[in-house]
């Protein structure tokens, strides 16, 4: 199978990248100073063991790149850019599955109108891009735990040789027939988290991680009121100790990946599909989600703004939160 791994950033690249130096053969999609960095530079893939430079090879879109019977496209964009993304890759002539390796739940559905076949993977990996041509990847001693998954339900031959390529990348990558309970899981359990640590830096106070809490509150509270199912504790409990976060020298993870993006100065975050899934839920059963609310409004304020990371503190933005629910 040939990879073509559409957004070539912290997610993307690291997969490619470990996918590559297996041996598998894999092309990676970037634009901008890092379609530049990678074609003439090479993929600099910094791990807790070294920094090597990998010579994958890289295109700027599908115009760069016949078609193949056996592609598999990764899409490792953030969600507010994947249905561009998806419209640019879905006008070629074979249709190939499209694997989402991404947070949120929304991918999927943007996917299948245009795509047959389409694979969920719920991605848990501590992957870090801050500089064009230079991806981190901090999981030891694996990369990562990659559950995949066939869209909207059920496992296959294709996701189980996706996998298994993963699994020889170093990867835990479990086929699992329930790929979306794994990523609403991961939604409510981790991902809210991601607004307040962009809005106030790593979350190491009090104040910090009750906002957090209120927020992981609500979400479950609107996920119960849709009949929407998801992972626990219990469902990750054999996968601890299966990978952390060690430090990567040349590096610094100060945050993952909403924090990168303002890090970054991107100019957009993923907030709408992270908090304002949970804001979305709430509003169409009935469930209150103001903490979600305003960590949407302001995260998206600071994108706008290219405000840094850290702007606002955790006191104030409790304080905040206190507020809103009244
Ligand atoms: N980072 C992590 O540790 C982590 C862990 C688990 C899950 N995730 C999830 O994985 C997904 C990807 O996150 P990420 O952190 O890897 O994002 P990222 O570092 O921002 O990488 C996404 C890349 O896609 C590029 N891109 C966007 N549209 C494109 C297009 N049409 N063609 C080519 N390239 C395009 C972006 O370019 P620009 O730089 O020009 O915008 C960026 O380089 C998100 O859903 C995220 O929540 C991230």
């Not at 130096?21 to 063991?49: C, F, I, N, S």
């Not at 590096?251 to 979305?280: F, H, K, M, P």
């Not at 409004?297 to 706008?304: H, M, P, S, T």
Request: overall charge negative; hydrophobic content about 40%.
């Amino acid at each position: 199978m040939r990879y073509i791994i559409i957004g070539a950033g912290a997610v993307g690249g690291s997969i490619g990248g470990k996918l590559f130096g297996q041996g598998h053969e894999v092309v990676l999609v970037a634009r901008g100073k890092h379609y530049d960095a990678l074609r003439t530079d090479g993929l600099r893939l910094a791990t807790p063991e070294g920094t090597l430079t990998v010579g994958v090879p890289v295109v700027d879109g599908p115009h760069a790149l016949e078609a193949r019977d056996d592609d598999v496209l990764v899409l490792a964009t953030k969600t507010q850019d994947s249905a561009a993304a998806l419209d640019a890759w879905a006008a070629r002539p074979t249709s190939a599955p499209v694997v989402c390796a991404q947070n949120g739940v929304e991918n999927e559905r943007l996917a299948l109108r245009g795509f047959r076949d389409v694979y969920g993977m719920c991605v848990r990996t501590p992957a870090t891009y801050l500089e064009p041509g230079l991806i981190a990847v901090a999981g030891s001693p694996r990369p990562g735990v990659l559950h995949l998954g066939r869209y909207p339900g059920g496992v296959d031959d294709t996701a189980r040789r996706i996998a298994a390529d993963l699994e020889s990348a170093g990867y835990l990558a479990p086929v699992v027939p329930d790929v979306m309970r794994w990523k609403y899981g991961k939604l409510v359990g981790i991902n809210l988290k991601n607004a307040v640590e962009a809005i106030t830096g790593p979350i190491t106070s009090e104040d910090a991680r009750e906002v957090a809490r209120l927020a992981a509150e609500e979400g479950e509270a609107a996920l119960r009121a849709a009949g929407i199912d998801f992972t626990g504790a219990a469902d990750h409990a054999e996968y601890q100790g299966k990978f952390t976060a060690a430090p990567v020298e040349g590096t610094d993870r100060a945050g993952g990946s909403t924090w990168q993006s303002l890090a970054r100065s991107a100019g957009s975050i993923e907030v709408d599909y992270l908090n304002g899934e949970v804001v979305l839920l709430g509003r169409t059963h009935g469930v209150p989600t103001p903490v979600n609310v305003i960590l949407q409004r302001i995260a998206n304020e600071f994108a706008r703004e290219r405000s840094a990371p850290g702007e606002l503190s955790a006191a104030e933005l409790r304080e905040f939160a206190e507020s809103v629910r009244g």
